[in-house]
């Protein structure tokens, strides 16, 4: 590949990145201000940005400059192009292997089906009415069927799908991770229920009903802010806003934003959806200046997000020194919530575990069972062992199997997490993966800045967010998550380090 | 012109109205929420959704069906095609003209620059540094008068740019217009200073200074919203948000958004720059189903928009009815300052006739003075016969001359306004022609309607809505304002009707 091939590739490459911030924007601008009835039009215009993006990726000039489809899989060649080239021309390829391989009226086709069944499965929430949904759904998991036939797999088209959202993980290895991980939770969950919570209070002792009750929307919001702006939160290139469900979107490198919703009822959903999102968020604002510009400026992965919302949210914000941080701040604001209370009860109360219908709201333990419900299930689905229209059945049994528990509703149970909607199969893994690798990550950070939960009790977030920036962030997706999670921990992914983190927490 | 190249037109015009409204998204955005380092990354967005329009635009496949370029100009082309066809291909004929006359290394520098340009002139503002501004402003000047050149005029190049907001409005005939009317309203100026203002109280002895103190902008908001209700604004298409610059802009056919500022020490600030939008809105919300997703569904002219703003603001907001009408909402709202006031006084204030510094809270007479000293500068400046450095100083000096004041700070002066920064230039004599016709139209309407005032006072505005959508709004773009004048009025544009109604108001 010659020097005008490259320069040719960063153009397209730069147009196909502007064009996906304006997708996001309009995105973002759909799930937070826009009127409802403009949800049709909104899924036409993302359509056509969706076909402009697949037609600058698969277009004459990339077909020809990558007519030898096989050479650039591997970093290793061309050894006379610099470095940060070669891992530029392997992402780029990547994207046009992919996109070459989907004709542009399915894209298209996928674009607005995702609008249109997002606004459904909001809708169908909202009324708990799964029937509502159905019909779009089905559509749904048949056009990401038709894009797994067209990427091709070996073995389950849940492979073509997962690979899309956490490069080079395949079914069988996380199929041994995740039932490894599933007897291990449920036999430290039965000791947890039944030999008490961390410091050994029995679960049922735990007091947590001070963070239940009547919590005003706007101090929650001036608390949230403020603890954005401990994280390192910058507010001149990023902002916070509220929707149906809290996500994290990137419409240009300076422009992060993410959202949070507030539940008046109960204190630790808002707080703990904004140090999330934030993890998020600190990640896409920490990518090197080099990258800006190019595709290379994002995540690398989901699994590798997901590690740097987990660790913030629970490593971080679920820790003592968090806790005895914060405990002030919350007494502020909530002088009678707090009144006879301690840092040590907020401590306790926030990392309660025990079983419950609702993922985001789940703690630390049990979080991991419901990644697992959801991943089986979209593996049936995509393989043909399980219909849309027995999906809820199946979600139910899946949670009195696994959590003990029945959905009263199908609001609060099938039709829980907007992802499926969205096309998002083969996403859901990822958040059991980020928990893995932030344990990995913790392990190897501590070596060399000391104790976390002692940085963060001192208020020392800086010092966490240099090592992540320097360490992970800063690369963007230069590296697949292997390549990271080796050049990090100098190791691969084990998923014992999570386990220990979890055992040294609970037990 | 057969069906299959108007088929292909229309799937272009289509593709190009949803990357415009894609653009609209992003400037929306820019102005109100935006986190204020992204503004370079932005300008980026919108330079490449400008290239790509262009592009569309100025296709092959349109350049092949155009290539006859006289042919479309005349509406009486091609008798065997449906009137609405004519109407569409002529629009679409009239942009590819345009757009194919300009590079498309120029249409990316505009857009960039009107990014940047229009950053600039809101930072110079707020810190009064006209000098800042002064750099940009030559670039954009500089870029207007390239474009002015690439499109070619008779006369002046400002023609070439007047055309751009107000098809087939030329320079000789404003100039006549507008001398016209400076002379008129000059001497009902001098009248009313000298006699006193409506209802013959002098204009120091109208008493205003009760919407002058401290209004809650919440409370504001809620009275803005309740009139927003009254005049038909739908809030399912429709939304409204604040920014620097009160705006409207359409996302889709059923997206469009207005903004508004609230100032705390002036109410009508806030309320007449809603009712002001709203009514730019209203025509936007009122396009005939069948336009939907071509360029037709938009105003014909920027004159035409603003006739619609204006009666809003000025005939109905501004006239005895709505006095009546909105008084109980106000003292509600804020008893205090309508203690011991009358609706009637709430009408004298707000009718107030007094030269001041700020167009937008100018009263009806003395606007116009304003609009013909921005028109007589940024024609000199594009007739290279006023530089940019000396703009600050006319601009002072026309002030001095027409109004007799002399502005305090470049902020209250010649940078008061965001115009220029977007590169708007011709833009500004189409608000004094808004006036004009807003007047012939009512004058019409008032026939069939009875009078405006009265329907307001009785909260009928559905008659009056009804009224502009069935002769006005559903024709969308079909026709040029020429043609819907005298399609509506039965005559073509005369302002005597708009010196007849403020005479009546105002002597």
Known sequence: MNKKDISLLKNIDNE???????????????????PQNSVEERSSQLALLSALIHE???????????????????ISFEKDISENDRYFI????????????????????????????QHTWAKAKEDNNYKLFKPELEKMISLQKQKAECYGYTGTPYNALLDEYEKGAIVSQIDKIFHDIELRIKNLLDKILV??????????????????????VKKQDAVGRKVLEWLGFD????????????????????????????KENYFPAGLYSIIHECGHALYEMGFSKEL???????????????????????????????????WPVFCNYFPEAGKNRTHEDFFMAVNKVKPSLVRINADEVTYNLHIIIRYRLEK?????????????????????????????????GVLQDIHWSTGAIGYFPTYLLG??????????????????????????????????????????????PDELVQKVTEQPLDPSYFLVYLDKKYR
């Open 16 to 34: 196909i990145l502007l064009l996906s911030h304006t997708a996001a924007i309009l995105g973002w601008d759909q799930e937070t201000y826009m």
């Open 56 to 74: 600058k990726l698969t277009s004459e000039i990339t077909a020809s400059i990558f007519k030898d489809i096989k050479k650039y899989e591997d």
């Open 90 to 117: 392997r992402k780029i390829f990547n994207a046009y292997k992919k996109q070459s391989l989907l004709p542009v009226s399915l894209v298209k086709e996928i674009s607005k089906q995702t609008s249109i069944s």
């Open 195 to 216: 030999n008490g919570n961390a410091n050994g209070n029995k679960t049922g002792d735990i007091e947590d009903s001070f963070l239940y009750g009547k919590f005003d």
């Open 235 to 262: 507010f001149n290139s990023a902002r916070m806003d509220t929707s149906a469900h809290p996500f994290t979107t990137t419409l240009g490198f300076s422009d992060v934003r993410i959202t949070t919703h507030y």
């Open 292 to 326: 800006k510009g190019t595709s290379l400026a994002e995540g690398t992965s989901l699994g590798i997000h997901e590690s740097q919302s987990r660790f913030w949210e629970n490593m971080v914000g679920r820790g003592k020194g968090f806790a005895k941080l914060f």
């Open 380 to 412: 049936m689905l995509v393989e043909d062992k399980l219909s849309v229209v027995d999906l809820p059945a199946a979600w139910n049994n899946l949670y009195k199997e696994l959590l003990d528990l029945t959905p009263d509703s199908d609001s609060t």
């Open 435 to 480: 928990n893995l690798y932030a344990a990995q990550f913790v392990a190897t950070m501590e070596k060399e800045t000391g104790n976390v939960d002692d940085l963060v009790e001192a208020g020392n977030f800086k010092i966490i967010l240099d090592w992540l920036r320097n360490n992970i962030h800063k690369y963007g997706a230069l590296y697949t």
